[in-house]
């Protein structure tokens, strides 16, 4: 069992930057490659970024990459995603995710899920 719980979302404006951390605890973190995912309104929940358990390989989604940059600390069980040059098409709920199994980009191949944090970006 892994608990996650999100933070660091808010309002920004277009070109401003955010970083959300999501912190784990139950079963050992560190073996575990974390992901985030975002839904928007009237939208279905699409990949952003993942990490592999220790940190040495990163994945993201066209539509991110270059401006956010997953990360994250096994001393103190936190994944963080740096969000820079942010859009209003970032508008969304944003996830954090603990994997399973199967492809990254997938939601059906995480097991555990955060309650969300909102990130808004106004234009």
């Known amino acids: 069992q892994v608990q996650l719980v999100e933070s660091g979302g808010g309002l920004v404006q277009a070109g401003g930057s955010l970083r959300l951390s999501c912190a784990a605890s139950g079963r050992t973190f560190s073996n575990i490659a974390m992901g985030w995912f975002r839904q928007a309104p009237g939208k279905e929940r699409e990949f952003v970024a993942a990490?592999?358990?220790?940190?040495?390989?990163?994945y993201y989604a066209d539509s991110v990459k270059g401006r956010f940059t997953i990360s994250r600390d096994n001393a103190k069980n936190i994944v963080y995603l740096q969000m820079n040059s942010l859009k209003p098409e970032d508008t969304a709920v944003y996830y954090c995710a603990a994997h399973y199994s199967g492809s990254y980009s997938y939601t059906k191949s995480y097991m555990y899920w955060g309650q969300g944090t909102q990130v808004t970006v106004s234009s």
């Open positions: 990490i592999n358990w220790s940190g040495g390989s990163t």
